[in-house]
């Protein structure tokens, strides 16, 4: 009898564990707070009079601060991490603006760029700098001087 209230202890103690951690942690990440996806638009929400209206984000950027000297020449790129989008100089007067968050597994950090090709380096997938054919998300951007503006 004693065998057998151990035992019943054990399981109580021990199947809980052993079923969260089989189930437990898809749940707790389709549940998580949403703050380390990363994944969404940059815009916001407000509420005016009763009624909701989606606000787009600017972005301006001094192209003389040093910061940006990788974009100062044609073909130059960076990841601007800061604002979470890939810059890459495509001319003269057309700076061209990405989310820098991969399409298939949301890295942001780990980028390549040759040949008018983007590869996230986590999984190697490549993803065309053709912003009418490529399934990143490209943002409007205008060079006004020496101010590049960028619409997330």
């Known amino acids: 009898m004693k065998i057998k209230n151990k035992r019943r202890e054990f399981l109580k103690t021990a199947c809980a564990p052993v079923v969260f ?8 990440e389709a549940c998580s707070s ?8 940059k ?9 909701y209206q989606n606000q787009q984000r600017s972005v301006s950027i001094d192209l003389n601060d040093s ?19 890939l810059l890459l100089r495509i001319s003269e007067s057309e700076i061209r603006a990405y989310s ?23 999984h190697n997938n490549s993803f065309s ?3 009418s054919n490529t399934t990143m998300t490209c943002y409007s951007s205008s060079i ?5 503006t960028v619409t997330l």
């Not at 951690?21 to 707790?28: A, D, P, R, T």
């Not at 815009?43 to 009624?51: D, I, L």
């Not at 890295?107 to 090709?117: L, P, T």
């Open 144 to 148: 006004d001087g020496n101010t590049l």
């Open 67 to 85: 910061s940006f000297s990788a974009i100062s020449e044609i073909g130059g790129w960076m990841n601007y991490s800061a604002e979470g989008m």
């Open 21 to 28: 951690s089989m189930f437990g942690v898809s749940i707790l």
């Open 100 to 122: 820098n968050s991969c399409p298939h597994q949301g890295a942001n950090n780990q980028w390549s760029y040759n040949n008018s090709v983007f590869t996230c380096g986590r």
């Open 129 to 131: 700098d053709d912003c």
């Open 43 to 51: 815009s916001t929400v407000v509420n005016n009079s009763s009624s």
């Open 34 to 41: 949403g703050d380390d996806d990363d994944y969404g638009s």
